[in-house]
């Protein structure tokens, strides 16, 4: 039998998924999946950013010419609405998904159910909650 906390984590579980749904941000993601070339074009940015970033990391000089193309690739993506509506939905999830841990830690560090401007506050929750 499950307790309280497993069925009412069930309820928000649904409710999140309800809210992916109905934003729009499953549809925003599958579209991106199924479209080839945009997906296709996200891939070799991120790959392109990560090999810049290891070479800044190691100390490596970057290459001017590497940095333009990095940017105009960019810039390609942007313009790009599957691409961008991707990118938006990832923004509103990793938002979504925030809000969340910060309620339950908050709710954990208070004993009690926050107020929104306690939420709204820039302090830390206590370390180790994955909120930062």
């Not at 940015?45 to 000089?61: F, N, R």
């Amino acid at each position: 039998m499950p307790t309280q906390i497993e069925t009412k984590t069930n309820e928000l579980c649904a409710a999140i998924l309800e809210e992916i749904k109905s934003g729009g941000i499953r549809q925003r993601i599958d579209t991106f999946l199924s479209d080839a070339t945009a997906r296709g074009a996200y891939e070799a940015l991120m790959s392109k950013g990560q090999v810049l970033q290891e070479k800044q990391q190691h100390g490596q000089p970057l290459d001017p010419t590497e940095i333009s193309a990095f940017e105009t690739e960019r810039d390609a993506l942007l313009k790009n609405p599957v691409a961008t509506g991707f990118l938006d939905a990832q923004e509103e999830m990793h938002e979504l998904q925030s809000t969340v841990k910060k309620t339950v830690a908050k709710t954990i560090e208070l004993g009690r159910i926050p107020t929104s401007e306690e939420l709204a506050e820039g302090g830390s929750c206590g370390s180790g909650c994955g909120c930062h």
